[in-house]
């Protein structure tokens, strides 16, 4: 039996010794009576300064933790066992720590002694690490929902531009489409989003100059704007588009992303080229115009018989050469006045008001 024990003594030392987890063992009155080698080695802590001391004691009483006594002092004696009990504390010499307490229990009737096990994980990196995680997670989160809300943003402002747009990947298929991209082209999603460009609307962008774009500029630069392409559709007929290009890259593995917007100018090129024919018409009227006050001139000025062309107001508008000479008047004195103040007022004839007020009005011509 003796043997027994001693062989069961050794057993139990070569397990304390050999488990890589810190290990103390108490006896009644809570004094260490032996500690693993871990537990030496992770405290800072030697046997001498150790063993037969009150725990609370160790190292100058940096044991004196208030969870530790109440692991000790008040659940252990409710239970034989206990596990996972978890304390945290700062040591002097190791600094901040976090343990997961397991404690047992029992009693030995060869000696007629209780003894407690009181086994103490270190999970402080563990903790770290978790915390670590759990931050990572709450960023990831927080970052996940502002990926969110800004992909919200790009696509609410998508579906509200006017302006048809279209996102293509670096195989030149559509990712994603506006709403008036839909509804100006006159297709659908269901045969528009994974569909290589080229082959939307049963080849209907085959564009020779959209392929220039795509394959030739872009590849060059990452921005384009103002590239104009004009291409006649079978569903909606000819249209003139304007076309802004941007490349980005997107992603961990940089993949490439194309925006393309599209602003249909039909209309204003139909505009513009009716205000240049109208402007060109008007040049051909005012030519004509010129010329023929030129060529009415010329006849007022040829004409020995006196002339003068009066407003409806009747202030003279001109007057011919020969009239000038006549009457011995000039220009400055003549153009602008009414006839009736002409020569101090000499031309205020009753019977030419009477041929201007009455008659003419009655009448287109009089000779």
């Known amino acids: 039996t003796e043997q027994l024990i001693l062989d069961g003594n050794a057993y139990a030392e070569s397990i304390i010794e050999t488990v890589r987890e810190p290990l103390v063992i108490l006896d009644q009155n809570l004094r260490v009576k032996t500690a693993s080698r871990s537990f030496y080695r992770d405290f800072k802590v030697n046997p001498t300064e150790t063993e037969n001391q009150l725990l ?3 190292g100058n009483g940096q044991w004196d933790i208030p969870r530790l006594r109440t692991l000790l002092e008040d659940v252990l004696p409710q239970n034989n066992q206990f596990n996972d009990f978890e304390v945290d504390h700062t040591f002097e010499d190791i600094g901040h720590r976090t343990m997961l307490l397991n404690a047992r229990r029992i009693h030995l009737q060869g000696i007629q002694s209780e003894l407690i096990l009181l086994a103490i994980e270190d ?3 563990r903790k770290e690490i978790e915390a670590g995680l759990e931050k990572t997670r709450k960023e990831l989160e927080v970052i996940k ?9 790009a696509e609410s402002i998508i ?14 298929r559509v990712v994603k489409a506006s709403r008036s991209f839909y509804e100006v082209f006159k297709v659908k999603p269901e045969e528009t989003v994974g569909q290589l460009i080229y082959d939307l609307g049963n080849h209907q962008w085959d564009i020779p100059k959209l392929r220039e774009l795509l394959e030739t500029i872009l590849p060059q630069k990452a921005t384009f704007d103002n590239y104009e392409v004009e291409h006649d559709f079978s569903t909606i007929g000819k249209r003139i588009m304007l076309l802004n290009a941007r490349q980005i890259q997107r992603g961990s593995e940089k993949e490439r992303i194309i925006l393309l917007a599209i602003e249909d100018i039909t209309e204003r090129k139909e505009i513009e080229a009716g205000l240049e024919k109208t402007r060109k018409e008007l040049e051909v009227i005012k030519k004509s115009a010129d010329e023929s006050l030129e060529y009415a001139e010329s006849i007022i000025n040829t004409v020995r018989e006196p002339l003068i ?3 409806q107001d009747l202030r003279v508008v001109t007057a011919s050469r020969s009239f000038y000479e006549v009457f011995k008047v000039n220009p400055q004195e003549t153009v602008g006045q009414l006839i009736y103040d002409l020569g101090n007022k000499q031309w205020d004839i009753p019977k030419l008001r009477e041929l201007l007020e009455t008659i003419l009005p009655q009448k287109a011509t009089f000779d």
């Open 309 to 311: 062309a009066l407003d």
């Open 145 to 153: 929902k502002s990926a969110d809300e800004a992909l919200e943003y």
């Open 123 to 125: 999970i402080t990196a």
């Open 159 to 172: 579906n509200t531009v006017r302006e048809p747009l279209i996102a293509l990947d670096q195989d030149l």
């Open 56 to 58: 609370y004691n160790l």
